[in-house]
């Protein structure tokens, strides 16, 4: 075996690049986030309705979405999607509608599970003090009920942070693309690689910590409810 | 605006597209056994009494499930040979690359399942003079192991999503064959309609088949 030279300090020197890369990173998870918890409401609200009309579409969308990996629906909306709309399409975007659906499926299934794990006699103690529907959701319902969906989301934020990276393969900049370029140019792809993972696991291992950290504190209000 | 489907291009070539599903199924299967050896040796050096096993154990773990499955595959594709000195063909590289993240993901199965069973269960065995060995295998894994199961699957279910990801290195899996095919043949929309349409029957069938041994082993408890 050959002894391996390292040269951390001098990839080091380019920290611009992985500190653009991790900036659009960041950015793609944010946004990807929020579409995350808005979409996750209005499709698991569908999925959760009775009305056929608005349930059928939205288990529909869930199945498909997490039965197919992001990966491919990402090559689907960046090479299918832009022809067949007759539109240029932007890896950024390509990317946000891959993914975000994605997770969108993910987090409406999660947003129903939580409401769905309350117990009826929340909703007709609700009924019994005068509460109308929408009443007795937010004011009873929704409150238990999110705090159930936030270790299981959390969770899935990680996930969402982690996927981002796939991006890089429609050459969206962030911070694996950066690293892969990078590594390209300067032909140090050990240390360049290494610190494209250690940034990662930077990035998320706050979001894991969290997640432990909640999921210890409603396991315990839980239990003295 | 009106786009002419033409999905003979996709019936034409589907060799290719087989040949590519074969590629799936090879690294889906060799890497899912491969991972579910790592997870039982990661999990047994994470519970072990000695820290200078455990406590490394815990950080590659960590590690390995709090980074990108993409980055983990390109740093053994592009950074592990200059390392080791040997060059790797994509499909050595995945296989690396998958048994090492889902055997992390599964050695916390296997942890969370054996640490689930009551404290009582094992101090029952003791009582009846049972070694260490003869507990596990007798009292404690056959509990422990229905309660794995599930996660397991989930875990199956995402390992086998996750091997697309191997395009980005040029293993011609199913997702990679069709890439290839759509750039030649400059029929993107068929091509990859279809494969999508094709990956979400594969998997709906697999799930299918999960959620089928979920039930029946919760019929069974009963």
């Known amino acids: ?225 | 605006m009106g786009y002419d489907w033409d999905f003979s291009y996709v019936f034409k070539n589907q060799g290719i597209l087989w040949e590519g599903f074969v590629g799936t199924i090879q690294i889906a299967t060799a890497s899912l056994f491969l991972g579910l050896v790592v997870g039982l040796f990661l999990a047994s050096l994470r519970m072990s009494k000695y820290r200078l096993l455990s406590i490394p154990a815990t950080c590659l773990i960590e590690f390995l499930r709090m980074t990108p499955l993409m980055v983990q595959i390109f740093w053994v594709f592009f950074a592990l040979p200059i390392l080791i000195d040997v060059r790797l063909d994509p499909f050595a590289a995945g296989l690396i690359a998958f048994s090492m993240q889902s055997g992390s993901f599964f050695a916390e199965v296997f942890r969370g399942g054996i640490q689930s069973i009551d404290r009582s269960q094992w101090e029952g065995a003791k009582s009846l003079g049972m070694t260490n060995l003869k507990m596990m295998r007798r009292i404690i894994l056959p509990q422990a192991v229905r309660r794995m199961i599930p996660p397991l699957m989930e875990r199956s279910f995402e390992l086998i999503k996750g091997t697309t990801q191997m395009a980005a290195i040029s293993y011609s899996d199913l997702l990679y064959n069709a890439m290839v095919l759509s750039s030649q043949l400059y029929r993107p929309v068929e091509i990859m309609t279809f494969t999508a349409l094709f990956y979400l029957c594969f998997l709906t069938l697999i799930s299918f088949g999960m959620r089928t041994i979920e039930t029946r082993i919760e019929k069974a408890r009963e």
């Open chain 1, 1 to 225: 075996m050959i002894e391996y030279e390292w040269k951390f300090r001098e990839v080091l020197e380019y920290w611009p690049a992985f500190l653009n890369g991790m900036a659009l990173t960041a950015q793609l998870s944010l946004i990807l986030l929020i579409a995350a918890i808005l979409g996750g409401v209005i499709v698991g609200s569908a999925r959760y309705s009775k009305n056929r009309f608005f349930n059928w579409p939205a288990t529909f969308f869930i199945e498909a979405f997490r039965n197919t990996p992001v990966f491919v629906q990402i090559i689907w909306f960046f090479f299918a999607f832009p022809i067949l709309i007759g539109v240029q399409m932007e890896g950024f975007y390509a990317a946000l509608l891959g993914i975000g659906l994605n997770m969108i499926a993910y987090s409406a299934e999660i947003f129903r599970a939580g409401i769905q794990s309350i117990e009826r006699g929340q909703w007709e103690a609700g009924r019994a003090i005068g509460m109308n529907y929408f009443q007795s959701m937010r004011r009873v319902v929704l409150p238990q009920a999110i705090r159930r969906m936030i270790p299981a989301f959390a969770n899935r934020v990680i996930e969402l942070v982690k996927s981002t990276s796939i991006a890089s393969t429609i050459a969206v900049g962030e911070l694996l693309y950066q690293g892969h370029q990078l590594a390209n140019t300067i032909y140090r792809p050990m240390e360049t690689y290494t610190i494209v993972a250690v940034l990662f696991f930077l990035m998320i291992y706050p979001l894991a910590l969290l997640t432990y950290f909640l999921e210890k504190k409603l396991n315990v209000d839980m239990r003295s409810n």
